[in-house]
């Protein structure tokens, strides 16, 4: 199961959108309501997470990210 964002989407200039979790599986489609009070809602793309081997970050290529924290930075 996979984690998603979601937001609903306001109907004019000024309403609130609310963000919310919603755990589905990857072949799921997205969803178009929010589960429990029917307001449209738009699956929000975000970064994700990363990969951290045990090993560190010691493959020898570049740093493509300033920020990742490696020494190589």
Known sequence: M????????????GDKVERFEWQQS???EALKKHPETGVPVQ????DGIGYTSSK??????????????CSKC
Request: with cysteine; charged share 25%; glycine share 10%.
């Open 26 to 28: 990857i072949l799921d």
């Open 43 to 46: 699956r929000v793309m975000t």
């Open 56 to 69: 560190g970050n010691d493959s020898g290529s570049d740093c493509s990210k300033p920020s990742c924290g």
């Open 2 to 13: 996979i984690t998603y964002v979601y937001e609903t989407i306001p109907k004019k200039a």
